[in-house]
């Protein structure tokens, strides 16, 4: 394994410390793994890139960092990849696909926008992480610490159209499922993540239904 992504990935352990058990760096393992696994499938993009937009996909993520913390941290990280021998070009990659990756972000995409194949595979690997029975656990760890409902029938879900409306979105943890997470199989780039998401997508929509049925006392 190449030295950089060794050290990138000590480097984002420690960064982590503390962060939500959602986002935190076994999420970030996961994605790394997925990633390498979309890639050997795939068989395109640079994997270097793409093990290190892995490892580093959560540093520009507004749901944590201010406009000003993200602006320190892009400075600290050019510094530190660049110390560990990264080209300019790669570099310049590893940006592009840590401050695009994201279901906010892909929200304002238009359709000229230039998708690469790393960008591909680490978004990807992302989504998944948002589907099946981790991304269960992990919605509802998330909406724990930000004092969501579990679920409130009188609250609709909202259709999310844009990164803003998806930001101000207020629902419980289960509308989540509806504006976001269900929708995640049909956005993926590789027929790789596809074929991973099938079963997750399912094992989801039958969490959604006995969840419904044990709410209405049917079961």
Known sequence: ???IVIHTAEFVRKELEGLC???DFY??????KLSQRIYVEEK?????????????HESFDDKFYTKEQMQEKEILLETFLRNEGLTEERLAQVFFVIKNVGFG??????????MTPELAIV????????????????????????KRAIYDPTVPVVEVMDRESYKKSGSSSI????EKLLKLRDLLHTSSAKKIAQDRHVFME?????????????V
């Open 206 to 218: 039958t969490f959604l239904e006995q969840f419904h049925a044990e709410w209405n006392g049917e």
């Open 1 to 3: 394994m190449n030295s």
């Open 44 to 56: 395109r993009g640079d994997i270097v890139v793409i093990e290190l937009g892995a490892l580093l």
């Open 123 to 146: 978004e990807d690997a992302d989504r998944l992480e948002s589907i099946g029975a981790i991304a269960i656990a992990r919605t509802f760890a998330y909406g724990g610490k930000m």
């Open 27 to 32: 999420h970030i393992e996961r994605v790394w």
């Open 105 to 114: 972000k892909s929200l304002e995409r238009g359709a000229d926008f230039p």
């Open 175 to 178: 509308q989540h499922f509806y």
């Open 21 to 23: 058990s959602a986002h």
